[in-house]
């Protein structure tokens, strides 16, 4: 089951703060968030667990609420280095072994003007 | 540190012709390794993933295969390409384990297009 990333798409200027939201229909183990430039590769951001924890470096964080299945990334005073697009990625919490299987969000494209 | 290798860059390649990418993975052991495919502006769809060598789960049934033949290296193939295979694939390593807790590292990708 696909994760529903929110907003689609973003635009800010430099300075300005966002949110991107990610939610599953179905019990999570994991979120992981990733970060991809026009024509590279994702970037690892962070992985959240289920428990519900918060996580974050420089002035990029992100929450898991286990009870909402809802995992949020907060993008404060943003760069212009912070354009991309952001993907969730989830593992469900189906009671077994998942290996690093992850269901990807369909993006969140993420555009900071000067 | 860990590297991850990925080749070609890019490929043209007619319909019915067959397929082999390449990944190789340096600086660990025993690694989780993925293979995912994107299309142009959507999110990234996991195609096969191993635990070992020999050891292939397929996420999606299709024309294409898998192969792990060494610890850090990970094999994508197909005997006769189709148009529908044309996108951007990427390889991924994690730290082994049974759960989804540890960090996919990608590869910079094969942009294949099929004409």
């Known amino acids: 089951q696909q994760p529903v990333q929110s907003p689609q798409a973003v635009i800010l200027r430099e300075g300005e703060d966002a949110v991107i939201n990610c939610s599953s229909s179905k019990a999570l183990y994991s979120v992981h968030w990733y970060r991809q430039k026009h024509g590279e590769a994702p970037v690892f951001l962070m992985i959240l667990l289920k428990g519900g924890e918060q996580k974050g470096h420089d002035k990029i964080s992100a929450s898991f609420n286990e009870k909402k299945q809802q995992s949020s990334l907060y993008l404060t005073a943003s760069q212009l280095s912070y354009s991309g697009t952001y993907f969730c990625g989830t593992a469900l919490n189906a009671g077994g072994t998942s290996y690093g299987k992850l269901t990807f969000g369909q993006g969140t494209i993420l555009t900071v003007h000067p | 540190s860990q590297t991850i290798h990925q080749w070609p860059a890019t490929l043209v390649q007619p319909v019915g012709s067959p397929l082999s990418l390449e990944c190789t993975v340096e600086g660990t052991s025993n690694p989780n390794l993925y293979w995912y495919r994107q299309a142009a502006g959507r999110g990234l769809q996991l195609l096969f993933y191993s635990v070992g060598i020999g050891q292939i789960s397929s996420e999606v049934p299709q024309n294409l295969s898998a192969s792990r033949p060494q610890d850090r290296q990970f094999i994508l193939s197909s005997k006769k390409l189709l148009l529908s295979d044309s996108g951007f694939y990427l390889c991924?390593?994690?730290?082994?384990?049974?759960?989804?807790?540890?960090?996919?590292?990608f590869g910079d990708g094969t942009r294949l297009s099929i004409l």
């Open positions: 991924a390593w994690s730290r082994p384990g049974l759960y989804s807790n540890q960090p996919q590292h």
